[in-house]
């Protein structure tokens, strides 16, 4: 049960990664930014829900199991891309400066 369970979701989670990924590439090109935003995130949603409710059904430790692996999967996706939960302060940080 544990690998089952444990095991989809790192490469589930990764699929909506790459798939916000696309959306991020897709939406800064578009003339209407809000709806690929809304629509991707609507999408992401309902997919991890459903998958959440297809894999734990009605017990509680594959509900559990799942949430361990979503967040693995996030984690490694992390580090895999090096991103830093303080991007945005760092970002400000510099604008105030800037020449």
């Not at 544990?2 to 991020?24: E, M």
């Amino acid at each position: 049960m544990f690998g089952a369970t444990f095991g989809r979701w790192p490469s589930a989670r990764c699929v909506l990664l790459r798939g916000l990924w696309w959306t991020v590439r897709r939406g800064i090109s578009s003339r209407q930014p809000g709806l690929w935003f809304m629509g991707s995130m609507l999408v992401r949603t309902g997919i991890t829900m459903a998958g959440f409710y297809l894999v734990g059904g009605s017990h509680w430790e594959r509900w559990l199991m799942s949430l361990l692996g979503f967040l693995a999967a996030r984690l490694t996706m992390k580090w895999l891309t090096g991103s830093s939960t303080n991007i945005l302060t760092r970002s400000a940080a510099e604008a105030r400066h800037a020449p």
